[in-house]
C-alpha cells in the first residue's frame, strides 16, 4: 500500500460525505507499524506528504505533520487483530445519530454478513484515549464494524479497498435502520437466515486467478 493511495482513500471519504473537515482518520498497516492520515489537515487538501508514519509502539518516525489523535485507536487494532490491515474511522451522519443514541444495530439486512452481522457500540470514552482505543477493541470482537458512542464509526478490513467498501455500507445500513425506525419496529433476520445469505455471498467473490 503507497502513501498516495492512503491519501486518495481519504480524499475519497471527503468527496463521498462519509468525513467533514478535518474529522476521522484512515491508516493502513505497515511493516514497521502504520501509516495514518495527520492530524488537523483537512481532507480535501491532503496529500502524501501529509501522512504520519508510526513504529510498532505508536512512536512517529515519518512525516512532518502531527499523527491522528486518534492514533491509539488504530494501533490497538493492529494489535488486537493480525488480519486488519486497515481502519477507517469516520463522523458519517447516519451512524453518528445511531452512535448519540447509543443503539446497536441488528441484522436487518443480508449484506450486514460484510460487517460481521450485529454491529455494536462501544462506550463513550474521551478522543483520543487509551481507554477509547480498549473499550472499541472489545466491541469489535471479530466483527468489521462498531459505532462508538456519542462519537462515530469504525471499520477495519483485510486490505484499504475492503475497509473503504465497509464504510460505504455501514453507512447505507444505518440510514435504512434509521428510516426504519421512524415508520415503525424493522424486522431483523435470524441467524439461520444470516448464515444462508452469507453461503450465498460466497459465490458472488470473483474466482482466484
Avoid at 89 to 108: D, G, K
Amino acid at each position: 500500500m503507497s502513501a498516495p493511495d492512503l491519501a486518495e482513500a481519504a480524499q475519497q471519504l471527503a468527496r463521498e460525505g462519509l468525513v467533514v473537515g478535518t474529522a476521522g482518520n484512515v491508516s493502513v498497516r505497515t511493516r514497521a507499524g502504520l501509516v495514518i492520515t495527520p492530524s488537523a489537515v483537512p481532507y480535501e487538501q491532503l496529500t502524501s506528504a501529509h501522512l504520519a508514519a508510526l513504529d510498532a509502539v505508536g512512536v512517529q518516525v515519518g512525516g512532518t505533520h502531527r499523527k491522528s489523535s486518534e492514533w491509539r485507536l488504530h494501533l490497538a487494532l493492529y494489535q488486537a487483530r493480525g488480519d486488519v490491515q486497515a481502519v477507517v474511522h469516520t463522523h458519517s451522519a447516519a451512524a453518528t445519530a445511531l452512535a448519540v443514541l447509543r443503539r446497536p444495530i441488528p441484522p436487518i439486512h443480508y449484506a450486514m454478513h460484510q460487517l460481521g452481522g450485529e454491529v455494536p457500540v462501544a462506550p463513550y470514552a474521551t478522543f483520543g484515549t487509551a481507554e477509547l482505543a480498549e473499550g472499541v477493541v472489545a466491541a469489535l470482537g471479530a466483527g468489521h464494524a462498531a459505532l462508538m458512542a456519542n462519537h462515530g464509526a469504525v471499520v477495519v478490513g483485510e486490505s484499504l479497498a475492503a475497509a473503504l467498501e465497509r464504510a460505504r455500507l455501514l453507512e447505507w445500513v444505518c440510514r435504512v435502520y434509521l428510516h426504519a425506525l421512524s415508520g415503525g419496529t424493522p424486522h431483523v433476520l435470524s441467524p439461520s437466515e444470516m448464515a444462508a445469505a452469507a453461503e450465498r455471498l460466497q459465490s458472488y467473490r470473483p474466482a482466484p486467478p
